[in-house]
């Protein structure tokens, strides 16, 4: 097992305490009663995680494939269940990713959420250790329990602190993930009946009869494709962005979503190589599909909130074609890609909630015309959303940039195809922006603003509003012109990958 | 990075600040509008000072930013480069005082807006112009596209929204249906983004590369570049009118669509290479397509009655010159279009600021209204007159020079027929110009107009607006008659 590993956290059990250290903030959380302190504390407990995932980009060994910064300890020997954590470079951007966004997530929701606090509270934190343990965990039990464990606080999220219809969408949420996971559970089984052993690392140098690989494939890949998700495996997704609160939006958007695609990396292909490839072909088509269909569905949404949940379709589109590509290119792309959904998806739901706040209404019939009202939100907006569609100097543009590359140079044809889901991205971001900053504005008499109704009191985006909004632009830039700092973490990590399967 | 090359960011990077001490400024309007002059004044400067090291021969580089290999933001000026960035930073500082004219004297709204949006995309031109790789250009083209979304909104009425979503979706859609593949063709066949800048024959293209993706390629960015307005994707600009005219003068007569012939011609010269399109006959191709559109542009000018819509499809014509002449992929040729980039610039803008100056003056945009309107506005009508001549080719004003090389171009790749479409198009010049100026001078004056000569010229706004002007025109002579200066810089770039 050791030989996997790299300890080098000098004894200091760091990435166990990001997972419990939320975990121990949850528990407090309970015992509080004031409304302010209970959100200090919120603030206080993730930004305490993010100071303490932060040494781990710092300290990583860019040079080594192995899992670092690992613990192993047992725990039921009977059984064989161990205690393995430890990130390579394909989870420590998401890890980052996930303990960067909560801070901001709590921040977000600040005036947004008037009942229930501790208890939101309390879910967002447990979420976060969910979260953080799937991406950590080296063994499928752990792994396992961290996944099914994110379920509860998601659908809690939704049911409780959701939207109208927000039972709807919250059954409909759980039923489809939890479906997913089944499909998962069996595949996990039929490991350990197979290996032997519960530990992720050596599953990836057992090789199975191919017969045994195609199984083990199609059970991961239904699970994974409902949770990132794949077209046609994405009706749970608009129903549960739409009745979300944007805390939960933001948490689903850029970090559930990514479970699906690292369970791509980090289950289908080093586990099952030659199912992988063998199944590559109706993975790229389904990407292609998505990404087309998402952004035309993007394209015909008047609730601002369904527009970003389908372009997240089409972007998780562009994750899978990449990671189904086998090559530097398209995988380091897909994994950007994510981490940049992340960011910017995040962000764009945050700017939603900060406008449903003001006029209760997620339509972009009522939202319209906001440029002269709200400068300063609308060049956030103009920001997010040039970002969502790839503009150059974003982001945006950098993933969907070496994915394309990567897909015209495996097949032209398979790039060809991907073309319409990049220009459909630029027309439903430009036809939001364009709504929601001009629409029909009378720029000659715009102190009146007779959006639905006529009567809310506008006020452009507060200090808070402006620091949030603010840390994800400098992100969106600053991985538009250094990607440098995600991609080259993430090198070794894929190459070993990719030399395992043997492309 | 080279510390004396920090000057290179300069042409970019000022404009850009102008555009945010603009928006700082919103609340002093008196303020507000001198930054933009003190910033084209300072632009230009910026680029002149770079002019001796080209000039030299001295390389000058600067990187700011890798991406991922071979794709970087990088700066490198040559002489395409230099002649581009001086004539539009040169013309931004004549626009800088016509647009306080013009903006004061219509009283329009979001003036702030306005100025920050016009300066940034003057900035996105310069970074265009010293672009050093496709990624750079790219970059720059789109700011130029976004941030003049605005300036083509600027009235907020129904027609200026139907306008500017006409423009934004033809830019938006050619360069992410074309530009974008062809750019990620491109990086996967060489690696790299980075421009051929020494050497104009072999492009960045690697030997045994497939004729047909070059092809493809090729195509796909000749016609991605909408902006500069190739048919059929030339719609973009006429639509784009509905701006105010200092946009329409400065942005979409020299900036924006200058960007596009710019781009096209760096794509020709440095990422194809003369030698390998002629070997894969894309220059004669790409030739006709431009006579194409110089052609049917100047036919359906004739048609319109609008003086800025007609204006507009001049534009279109005369920016095909540009293509037509780097098209021929010989020296003349080439020399001839990359000097039509500065002489149509001249030229076009004067009657851009003309066209303004009577819908300041008069609010007519009809040309069958402006019947006599000479004898209020002599100086506009002068400064149209020439400017026109020079669209024409009559010698001693720049058009002349331009289309004297073109002739010469044709004639040394033997194509009568590019050569008969060089003088009809003339003819039709000459005719859809004419008529303004004839009808201008000799029309008769609608009823009840003041018969004071030069009455409409006469307030400090109006003049404002009638010395940049004038100014422009007269250049447009001179350049025409001392032509060496952008030949000498243009020889440098052919080697």
Redesign the interface.
């Known amino acids: 097992m050791e030989q996997y590993l790299l300890f080098n956290s000098s004894d200091f059990p760091v990435l166990s305490t990001l997972v419990l250290l939320p975990l121990a903030g949850a528990i407090v959380c309970l015992f509080i009663r004031n409304e302010t302190f209970l959100k200090l504390w919120g603030m206080a407990v993730t930004t305490a995680t993010m100071a303490l995932s932060l040494p781990l980009y710092f300290l990583f060994d860019q040079t080594s494939d192995k899992y670092q910064f690992a613990e192993l300890r047992q725990w039921i020997p009977a059984l064989k269940f161990d205690y393995a954590v430890g990130v390579d470079g394909i989870s420590l951007p998401l890890v980052l990713l996930t303990t960067c966004l909560m801070p901001l997530c709590i921040l977000c929701s600040w005036n947004q959420i008037k009942d229930r606090l501790a208890e939101f509270i309390f879910v967002l934190l447990i979420m976060e250790s969910a979260m953080i343990g799937v991406f950590v965990s080296l063994t499928t039990v752990i792994f396992y329990i961290f996944w099914e464990g994110m379920l509860i606080p998601m659908y809690l999220l939704i049911a409780v602190w959701g939207g109208p219809r927000r039972d709807y969408a919250s059954i409909k949420f759980f039923l489809y993930t939890f479906a997913g996971s089944v499909f998962l559970l069996v595949a996990l089984i039929v490991l350990y009946v197979k290996s032997g052993t519960f530990f992720i690392p050596d599953f990836m140098h057992l090789q199975y009869p191919f017969r045994i690989q195609m199984w083990i494939f199609i059970c991961c890949a239904i699970a994974f494709a409902i949770k990132i998700p794949m077209y046609p495996f994405h009706t749970w997704l608009p129903a549960a962005h739409v009745e979300a609160p944007t805390a939960g939006s933001v948490i689903l958007a850029s970090v559930l979503l990514k479970m699906g695609g690292y369970g791509f990396l980090r289950f289908c292909l080093p586990i099952a190589p030659d199912a992988s490839l063998y199944c590559a072909p109706v993975i790229i088509v389904m990407s292609l599909v998505a990404i087309v269909i998402g952004g035309y569905l993007a394209l015909g949404q008047n609730d601002v909130k369904k527009l970003i949940a389908y372009s997240s379709v089409a972007h998780m589109g562009f994750v899978t074609l990449g990671i189904f590509l086998f090559s530097m290119q398209g995988v380091k792309g897909a994994i950007l890609q994510m981490v940049n959904h992340g960011i910017t998806t995040g962000a764009l739901f945050i700017c939603i909630g900060i406008i449903y706040e003001r006029t209760h209404s997620r339509e972009l019939e009522v939202n319209k015309a906001l440029g002269m009202l709200m400068p300063a939100y609308v060049m956030f907006l103009g920001i997010f959303s040039?970002s969502a569609?790839g503009?150059?100097?974003t982001n945006g543009f950098?993933g969907e940039?070496?994915v394309?590359?990567a897909?015209?140079?495996d097949n032209?044809l398979v790039?060809?195809l991907a073309?319409?889901g990049?220009?459909l991205?630029?027309?439903y971001m430009?036809r939001m922006l364009?709504k929601m900053v001009?629409a029909?504005?009378?720029?000659?008499h715009h102190d009146v603003h007779d959006g639905g109704g006529g009567s809310h009191i506008l006020t452009d985006i507060n200090a808070r509003e402006w620091f949030i909004l603010s840390v994800l632009v400098v992100f969106v830039f600053w991985l538009g012109?250094?990607?440098?700092l995600v991609?080259d973490i993430m090198d070794a990590s894929v190459r070993h990958l990719l030399n395992h399967i043997g492309v | 990075m080279d510390v004396a090359n920090l000057q290179l960011l300069l042409p970019p990077a000022v404009p850009m600040l102008a555009a945010v001490l603009v928006g700082l400024l919103r609340k002093k309007p008196a303020m507000r509008d001198c930054v933009p002059v003190i910033g084209a004044v300072l632009t230009f400067l910026s680029v002149a000072s770079l002019a001796p090291a080209v000039l030299a021969g001295v390389i000058c580089r600067a990187t700011l930013c890798t991406l991922l290999p071979g794709i970087s933001v990088s700066f490198r000026i040559d002489g395409m480069g230099l002649l581009f960035a001086g004539t539009a930073s040169f013309l931004w500082i004549a626009a800088s005082l016509y647009c306080i004219g013009y903006m004061r004297t219509l009283r329009e709204h979001a003036q702030t807006r306005f100025y920050v949006c016009y300066a940034v995309a003057v900035g996105g031109a310069m970074g265009v112009a010293l672009s050093e790789n496709l990624f750079t250009l790219y970059l720059f083209y789109e700011i130029v596209s976004i941030f003049t979304y605005p300036l083509v909104a600027h009235h907020q009425d129904g027609k200026a929204y139907d306008g500017a979503r006409k423009y934004l979706t033809y830019l938006m859609f050619a360069s992410k249906a074309l530009l974008l593949p062809a750019m990620a063709i491109i990086y996967c066949q060489c690696g790299t983004l980075d421009f051929n800048m020494t050497d104009i024959r072999w492009g960045i293209f690697p030997a045994g590369v497939d004729a047909w993706l070059v092809r493809v390629c090729y195509y796909f960015m000749l016609f991605g570049f909408a902006k500069a307005a190739i048919m059929p994707l030339h719609s973009w600009l006429p639509a784009a009118m509905v701006a105010p005219t200092p946009v329409s003068a400065l942005l979409h007569a020299v900036v924006v669509v200058k960007v596009g012939v710019f781009s096209v011609c760096r794509m020709m010269l440095s990422l194809f290479g003369t030698e390998r399109l002629a070997a894969l006959d894309l220059g004669i191709t790409t030739a006709w397509i431009a006579a194409f559109t110089i052609l049917t542009a100047s036919v359906i000018a004739m048609t319109k009655t609008d003086l800025k819509a007609r204006l507009a499809y001049s534009t279109v014509s005369q920016l095909s010159y540009i293509v037509l002449g780097v098209a021929m992929l010989v020296p003349s040729g080439v020399t001839g279009g990359l000097i039509h980039i500065a002489n149509h610039a001249f030229a076009k803008i004067s009657l851009f600021f003309c066209a303004g100056a009577i819908i300041c003056a008069t609010g007519k945009t009809d040309i069958r209204d402006m019947g006599g309107i000479a004898r209020q506005m002599p100086v506009t009508l002068a400064a149209f007159a020439l400017a026109a001549l020079s669209m024409i080719g009559v010698p001693p004003v720049g058009g002349f020079v331009s289309k004297w090389y073109l002739a010469v171009g044709a004639l040394d790749i033997k194509s009568t027929g590019l050569l008969a479409v060089i003088l009809v198009s003339s003819i039709l010049n000459a005719y859809y110009f004419g008529e303004v100026v004839l009808r201008g001078f000799f029309g008769t004056p609608p009823a009840g107009a003041d018969p004071a000569a030069g009455s409409l010229e006469a307030t400090a706004l109006m003049k404002l607006m009638i010395y940049p002007t004038a100014a422009a025109a007269g250049l447009s002579v001179l350049w025409g008659m001392y032509p060496d200066l952008f030949l000498k810089i243009i020889r440098l770039k052919l080697g």
Do not use: N, R, T, Y
């Not at chain 1, 029909?440 to 000659?444: F, I, P």
């Open positions: 040039l569609f503009f150059p100097g950098v940039f070496m394309l590359a897909a015209f140079a032209m790039g060809a073309i319409p990049a220009v991205a630029a027309a430009l364009q001009w029909d504005s009378d720029g000659h012109f250094k990607p440098g991609l």
